[in-house]
């Protein structure tokens, strides 16, 4: 075998000393979110705030009138009756906190918790008075609409600062850290077994390789941030691929369709890399023909789709039942992809034809 090139005239040597030198902290814009200033009373922008604020209300309505119904046909009226002023005053409230978020939040907290409750009730002045209005109720209660709707205002604030402070930096990056931890010792002995077979097979080859493992280790061992950006996932995923392709030549045929406006997206650390491996393993490996793989981005309106599909092999080319993954990888993308994005994220893996397909839409901007 040919000796290889010495390391200090790679092209870029500094990714191959990370002993030697310290590695810079990242740029907000591409390691850590900035961090969040104290948890925000009004963060009810989010489609999950809303879908949990209306869930929470219809159960304090639904558990109210049981305390005023003899059976449960009148319960059933009892609760669509006042769902008619409840729901109208907490959609209200809800665009109202979202609307004034930034004016409100630059208040005292305690001010903050006051304008919220004078919200609440004015919300729930306006369910009840569309209640009178249209005859439902002939004796509106506006006192205790009012205190009603101040109160549950402050439990749907306390229940936002909650699950702000359960997504703060510290939070968020000890959650990952633990998904990531499963990910990095398969990532970096599949990377390191490919990497000997090719500086056996291709000695000429071995700076480019070595770069580019050097950088999936530079990657997989730092210190993970909450979320990284499509573009920094996609530069990982190509490095990932230069050295798959020496291995498997021919086999591999890879197409990439990219779009340049969905680069901002920002996605959790190694989360594109185990897909394309997956895709690699299930794809390629168990084919003489070997396989297609074809890795798609596109901005949707506020939507960012992202596919990585891989055509099947043959099973004529199986000598015994193809093997089928235990889903641990994709139960780990999907996990990551909900602790960043919540109920904005969508996630679905399956066949799609002769072809296995794995989309991922989250949203544009975060």
């Known amino acids: 075998m040919g000796r290889l090139p010495d390391v200090s005239v790679m092209r870029n040597p500094a990714i191959l000393s990370a002993t030697s030198t310290p590695t810079p902290a990242a740029p907000p814009e591409r390691g850590r979110l900035p961090a969040r200033g104290s948890p925000g009373l009004f963060d009810a922008c989010q489609i999950g705030v809303v879908l949990r604020a209306v869930l929470f209300v219809e159960a304090l309505v639904a558990t109210a009138t049981l305390f005023v119904s003899s059976s449960p046909g009148e319960w059933l009226v009892q609760t669509a009756t006042v769902t008619g002023g409840a729901l109208p005053a907490t959609l209200l409230w809800l665009v109202a906190a979202c609307g004034l978020k930034k004016p409100l939040g630059r208040l005292p907290r305690q001010a903050q918790y006051a304008a919220g409750a004078a919200l609440g009730a004015v919300s729930s002045l306006y369910g009840c008075g569309l209640l009178r209005l249209t005859g439902v109720l002939g004796a509106a209660p506006w006192l205790a609409s009012a205190v009603a709707g101040a109160f549950i205002a402050g439990m749907v604030m306390a229940a936002m600062v909650l699950r702000a402070r359960g997504q703060t930096p510290a939070a968020m990056t000890a959650r990952l850290e633990e998904l990531q931890s499963r990910i990095r010792p398969h990532f970096l002995f599949n990377t390191l077994n490919s990497a000997i077979a090719l500086v056996r097979e291709e000695p000429a080859k071995a700076e480019t390789m070595l770069e580019d493992l050097a950088e999936l280790f530079r990657q997989a061992l730092a210190d993970p941030g909450e979320s990284g950006t499509l573009a920094d996932e996609i530069a990982l995923a190509e490095r990932y691929l230069a050295i ?13 369709d990219l779009d340049a406006a969905a680069s901002s997206a920002r996605l959790p650390p190694l989360l594109l890399q185990p897909l394309v491996e997956n895709a690699i393993k299930h794809g390629v490996e168990p084919s003489p023909e070997g396989a297609k793989l074809r890795i798609r981005t596109e901005r ?67």
């Not at 798959?244 to 990439?256: H, K």
């Not at 039942?321 to 919540?342: C, E, S």
Request: aromatic share 6%; charged share 30%.
């Open 244 to 256: 798959e392709q020496v291995r498997f030549g021919d086999r591999l045929r890879i197409r990439w």
């Open 300 to 366: 949707r309106g506020s939507v960012v789709v992202i596919e990585v599909v891989n055509s099947l092999p043959p099973l004529r080319w199986a000598d015994e039942p193809l093997p089928r993954g235990h889903g641990i990888a994709l139960a780990n993308v999907r996990d990551r992809l909900r602790l960043l994005h919540d109920m904005q994220m969508q996630f679905s893996a399956g066949m799609d034809q002769k072809n296995y397909r794995v989309r991922i839409a989250i949203p544009a901007e975060s």
